[in-house]
């Protein structure tokens, strides 16, 4: 009982202390505060953060107003000034620490950026062109730049094998923890578990191996055929190119995922689940330069609007998909290669139900809006130079005299197609940043430069890409420039590199090599009447892939003559 009424006592006496005591108190515990987390990751746990702080505040505001008996509104000011005091402590701790303290404090960047992630944020939205704005600033600081407080973007080819490999030694940073942190709850592309997510990639590589993609051809030449059908129907008339691409992209990887037509190409319209993807395209690409915000938002129930469209679609197929799919199927699309690996408990299975549905998602995520943008893109360049265009015809001829009738997969992998696709994906990377990954503990060496451990990396493809030291005359479109270089040992990684890159490349490929050639073999492809492509080429928005403004293109028909 006296124990009781002292505890009691010595609390009173706590919450009538004088407030600046008080307030001097709060604002040493934000600095102890910020430096017991700092080690701590926590983009994925503001949620715990705020609900913990707020249950501090309902405590302490209960304490002053009825224990301390300061009354309501006295009670509530004390707990304003005490989180003001605290919340000074937290982030003038952070600021004096990131600014003067932080091992990273001698790389060159804008204040901002060196303060806080919300320096990016603003940039990005500004144009959403923060590949534009990454290559600006190494433009003015280097090769080495700190564009976040914790985070590095290297413009140095050397650093490509270092960060990506092979061998890949980095993992991946927080800002993959974007839907979870949990491995059974991500996508592979999301594992940032190198161990899980090579287990989890040989199931992928099955889906995408030789035997698998020979089986995918024939749907993919369907698809091309009806996108052709499309183009002549068209009869020279303004196409918007950007739109068909996708019409198109998307309906091989319904197809080849998961045996699912989005008949974009005969309806001519966006299906509903697809667009509701688009719709969240901007948001995702901006937020995502602040991970714990995206974290955080993508918690709050209804907040994915109509994206939910097209979780809820592909929710649907997989459902549908399992029930399907019997155990000794052979597999006929990338989907029920995963599934495969689950019946057999085998150890590439997508390691829950959940996670099978993030893969889903990502099949038609991954596959599909980048390689639309490649076409898009590959299309613009070849309208853009005539020339390029010409000599791609008149190898075409020869390849295939007799015009689409002799037209084979097989011989349209040549040498100047790949050039010319390479061309257009060193100047417009659809992954246009810098992916980012962690420094090992003991740090990085990067030729003269020592980057700490547990710092967030990245190779800013857009930039290195386009950059004089590694590419002459780096803004110009020269396919010819692969015949001197080669894709595989030049600073080139559209696809990324290492362990975490694409599975998705001979598949792209293939869809690009088919379109292109049959497109340019049949017609001439020229801007349509009031279009210059300017816009096109300037307004594209960096949204983690690359989201394009429309292109009208024509396409006439060659003439039989042509090609002789
Ligand atoms: C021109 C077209 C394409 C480009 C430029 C491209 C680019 C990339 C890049 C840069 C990555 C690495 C992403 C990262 O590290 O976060 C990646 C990963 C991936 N891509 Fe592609 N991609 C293309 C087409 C495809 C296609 C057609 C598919 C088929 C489904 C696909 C499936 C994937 C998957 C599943 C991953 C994650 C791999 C992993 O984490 O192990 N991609 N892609």
């Avoid at 209960?62 to 989180?83: E, M, P, S």
């Avoid at 030049?490 to 050639?517: I, T």
Wanted: proline residues 5%.
């Amino acid at each position: 009982m006296e124990v009781e009424s002292g505890t009691i006592t010595l609390l009173r006496y706590a919450l009538n202390v004088e407030l600046g005591v008080t307030a001097a108190t709060a604002f040493v515990l934000g600095i102890i505060f910020h430096h017991s987390i700092r080690p701590i990751e926590i983009d994925n746990r503001v949620w715990t953060l705020l609900i913990l702080f707020s249950s501090f505040n309902a405590t302490a505001f209960f304490g002053y107003a009825f224990v301390g008996q300061h009354g309501i509104l006295a009670g509530a000011l004390r707990v304003f000034i005490v989180d003001g005091a605290f919340l000074i402590g937290v982030y003038g701790s952070i600021a004096i620490y990131r600014l003067f303290f932080h091992r990273l404090r001698k790389f060159p960047g804008p204040w901002g950026a060196k303060l806080s992630r919300f320096w990016a944020l603003k940039r990005s939205m500004k144009k959403v062109q923060f590949n534009y704005e990454v290559e600006a600033l190494h433009k003015q600081y280097g090769d080495f730049v700190r564009i976040g407080p914790r985070e590095i973007s290297i413009n140095r080819a050397s650093a490509i094998e270092l960060v990506y490999g092979p061998p890949s030694k980095l993992p991946k940073s927080p800002w993959y923890s974007q839907v979870s942190d949990d491995i059974n709850k991500t996508s592979i592309n999301s594992t940032r578990d190198m161990h899980i997510q090579r287990q989890r990639r040989r199931a992928w590589d099955r889906g995408f191996s030789i035997k698998a993609i020979s089986t995918y051809e024939p749907r993919v030449k369907a698809k091309t055929d009806l996108l052709l059908s499309r183009i002549a129907a068209s009869g020279g008339s303004p196409m918007n190119i950007t739109e068909w691409s996708m019409f198109y992209t998307f309906d091989v990887m319904g197809d080849i995922g998961l045996s699912k037509d989005f008949e974009m190409l005969t309806t001519g319209r966006e299906h509903k689940a697809i667009k509701g993807l688009h719709d969240q395209m901007i948001t995702i690409g901006t937020l995502g330069t602040l991970p714990w915000l995206l974290a955080f938002c993508s918690a709050i129930p209804g907040i994915a609007g109509t994206f939910q469209d097209f979780m809820g679609y592909c929710r649907d197929q997989l459902e549908e998909k399992k029930r399907s799919t019997g155990k000794d199927q052979e597999p006929r699309d990338v989907i029920s290669w995963l599934i495969k690996a689950k019946y057999e408990n085998d150890q590439s299975a997508p390691p829950s139900d959940f996670a099978l549905s993030e893969d889903t998602r990502l099949i038609i995520i991954a596959g599909s809006d980048t390689t639309a943008a490649a076409l898009a893109n590959t299309f613009f360049y070849l309208a853009k130079n005539p020339a390029v265009q010409q000599k791609l015809q008149k190898e075409l001829d020869t390849i295939f005299p007799g015009g689409e009738k002799d037209w084979t997969y097989e011989k349209a992998k040549f040498a100047y197609l790949d050039n010319i696709i390479n061309e257009s994906l060193r100047l417009k990377p659809l992954v246009p940043g810098g992916l980012p990954r962690i420094t090992p503990p003991q740090g990085l060496q990067v030729d003269e430069v020592y980057i700490p451990g547990d710092t967030v990396v990245g190779v800013p493809v857009h930039t290195l890409q386009r950059d004089a030291r590694y590419f002459e005359r780096p803004l110009e479109f020269m396919p010819e420039r692969w015949e001197q270089i080669s894709a595989e040992k030049a600073p080139f990684f559209p696809f990324s590199k290492g362990a975490f890159s694409c599975v998705g490349k001979q598949l792209a490929m293939m869809e690009l090599r088919m379109v292109l050639s049959r497109a340019a073999l049949s017609f001439n492809i020229a801007f349509a009447d009031g279009e210059d492509g300017v816009k096109f080429d300037t307004d594209v928005l960096d949204t983690f892939t690359l989201t394009l403004p429309p292109l009208k293109l024509k396409f006439t028909p060659r003439q039989a003559t042509a090609r002789t």
